[in-house]
Structure formats: structure tokens, C-alpha cells
């Protein structure tokens, strides 16, 4: 066995690469959570605009009170959830960027314990500090799309109240 062999062997056996990669996988792991109740967020919009769809389809056949108050209403409501989609888009190529990252990094860890050297530690690290900034502006983007879902919220409870003041003047009169 050649003494290059024998020291990739060493290496390969040895406990400080996957020591060395769970940082990466813990990452990883956050962005794969992150990924999946943001695609729970963007469901949750479809299923609200098809909700509204079906209001507009009540207010052209005339099935539905208010018709010119509902769709004013829908239509701010409409806005909204087309912005929290964008923004919900653009944070879900955010976290699978971070995410390509991370397990770029955790293999980059892997083939510079193998076969690089210290001078070239620093590029696993770097590769993983761009997941890291990509999961910031994921984690930014979201905090903003949710001040859309509150907005969205409020408008709707708003909307309720103008309801249930007009089923008031009805009872009154």
C-alpha cells in the first residue's frame, strides 16, 4: 500500500470529518423545516384565493349582499396575497439556496479533511457563511410576508364588523 493511500485511508477513518460536517447537517436541517412550513404558508394562500374566487364568482351572479363593498374588499384582499406569494417565492429560492450551500459545505469539509490541507480550510467556510446569509434574507423575507398575513387578518376582521353592522341597521329598521 502506497503512503498517499495509506494517509487517505487514515483520514477517511477517521471520526474528524463527520465530527467536522454536523454543523452543515444541523443547518441543513433548519432550512429543510423552514422549507416545509413555507410551503405550508404559500398552500394556505392558494387556498384563501380560491376562498376569494369563489366570493367574486358569488358577486357577478348576484348571489351575495354588499356586492360593491365585497369587492372592494377583495380586491385589497387579493393585493395581499399576491404580495405574501412573491415574497413567500422568493424566501422558498432562498432556503434551498442556503440549503445547496450547506450540503456543499459539509462536502467541501469532507474533501478537505481527505485530501486538502489547512491553507484551504477557509473555502468550506466561506461556502457555508453564504448559506448563512442566504438563510438570513430567507428568515428577512418572511418576517415581512408576515406582516402581509396580519394585514390580510385585520382587513378581514375588519370587513366582519362592517357585516355585522349592517345586519344591525337591518334588525333595527
Not at 7 to 28: G, N, Q, R, W
Not at 89 to 101: D, E, F, G, N, P
Not at 105 to 129: C, E, F, K, R
Request: glycine residues 6%.
Amino acid at each position: 500500500m502506497a503512503v498517499h493511500e495509506k494517509v487517505l485511508l487514515e483520514a477517511l477513518s477517521s471520526s474528524h470529518i463527520l465530527t467536522s460536517m454536523i454543523t452543515p447537517a444541523v443547518l441543513i436541517s433548519a432550512c429543510g423545516t423552514l422549507i416545509f412550513s413555507t410551503s405550508a404558508r404559500l398552500g394556505r394562500i392558494f387556498d384563501r384565493v380560491n376562498v376569494m374566487k369563489g366570493e367574486v364568482e358569488a358577486i357577478i351572479t348576484g348571489n351575495i349582499s354588499y356586492p360593491e363593498e365585497r369587492m372592494k374588499h377583495l380586491r385589497g384582499q387579493i393585493y395581499l396575497q399576491r404580495r405574501r406569494a412573491r415574497l413567500i417565492q422568493k424566501a422558498m429560492v432562498s432556503l434551498y439556496s442556503a440549503t445547496l450551500l450547506f450540503v456543499t459545505s459539509s462536502l467541501a469539509i469532507a474533501v478537505n479533511v481527505a485530501y486538502g490541507d489547512n491553507d484551504q480550510g477557509w473555502i468550506p467556510t466561506l461556502i457555508a457563511l453564504c448559506g448563512g446569509l442566504f438563510l438570513f434574507v430567507a428568515s428577512a423575507l418572511l418576517l415581512y410576508e408576515s406582516r402581509f398575513n396580519l394585514r390580510f387578518v385585520h382587513r378581514s376582521i375588519d370587513f366582519i364588523e362592517f357585516l355585522e353592522n349592517k345586519a344591525e341597521e337591518l334588525q333595527k329598521k
